[in-house]
């Protein structure tokens, strides 16, 4: 079975940083997108930014452009989003989820993508 696990949210206050991590499991690291979405309550789930393993271009959205980094290691099965200059809006719980079997750049559709994280909550004080 696919799973995935993010670690790395806490409670941070405004301009400090965050390196969250999906690890992967029994999934296979060839062909896949990955992407992190966030999510606050009441609120519909947001993409942040994504990575594709046959696409070097990544996406971000606008609201972390400059601030987040995505960025993959394959032989430890695991994506990172590090985040930096954190805002108080950045507070959210944050999901990875995963497809297998993906070719071209990546996107931030929640429909495209098979398997999901359990989320971690990030916040940030003002």
């Known amino acids: 079975d696919v799973k995935l696990v993010e670690s790395g949210g806490g409670l941070v206050q405004a301009g400090g940083s965050l390196r969250l991590s999906c690890a992967a499991s029994?999934?296979?690291?060839?062909?896949?997108?990955i992407a992190w979405f966030r999510q606050v309550p009441g609120k519909e789930r947001e993409g942040v930014s994504c990575?594709?393993?046959?696409?070097?271009?990544?996406y971000y959205a606008e609201s972390v452009k400059g601030r987040f980094t995505i960025s993959s290691d394959n032989a430890k099965n695991t994506v990172y989003l590090q985040m930096n200059s954190l805002k108080p809006e950045d507070t959210a719980v944050y999901y990875c989820a995963a497809v297998s079997g993906y070719s071209g750049i990546c996107v931030t559709l929640i429909t495209v993508y098979d398997y999901w994280g359990q989320g971690t909550q990030v916040t940030v004080s003002s």
């Open positions: 029994g999934f296979s690291f060839d062909d896949y997108a």
């Open positions: 990575i594709s393993s046959s696409d070097d271009r990544t």
